[in-house]
């Protein structure tokens, strides 16, 4: 039986966020990730090389605490997507990197018909 190596593994906040911002496009109903502070009361959307913007994490004892902003689709149940991408964000970060979390908060930025890609 191979034992445990010592050590400690440490994933900087920034690889958390990327990881969450991916998880949150592969979402059902998510248009983009947005900014979280609304210049002239719009939302800005992201560009997929700045995804960690629209994604905050925090440590805490009890594990990370992520808040996602996010784009909604025109259309969509917002209640219903906004549990459906917090629910695959906690599996994606305790699967990919194992980390606990506590929680995770769904802010909806805006809500935007999906323009063809």
């Known amino acids: 039986m191979a034992a445990t190596p010592a050590g400690a593994i440490h994933i900087a906040n920034d690889v ?6 991916f998880a949150a496009l592969e979402s059902y109903g998510i248009v983009g990730m947005a900014s979280p502070s ?3 009361g719009v939302a800005q959307l992201l ?5 960690r913007k629209g994604v905050k994490i925090l440590g805490t004892d ?4 992520v808040d996602l902003y996010v784009v909604i689709e ?4 917002i209640a219903e997507v906004s549990h459906n991408l917090a629910h695959l964000v906690l599996h994606t970060l305790k699967e990919m990197a194992d ?3 506590a929680r995770v908060d ?3 930025m805006d809500v935007k018909v999906r323009s063809a890609r």
Not at 47 to 51: D, E, G, S, T
Request: hydrophobic share 40%; proline share 4%.
């Open 16 to 21: 958390l966020a990327d990881i969450a911002g």
């Open 38 to 40: 609304r210049a002239d």
């Open 47 to 51: 560009p997929r090389q700045k995804l």
């Open 62 to 65: 009890e594990g990370v605490e």
């Open 74 to 77: 025109h259309g969509t149940n």
């Open 99 to 101: 980390v606990g979390v």
């Open 106 to 108: 769904v802010h909806v």
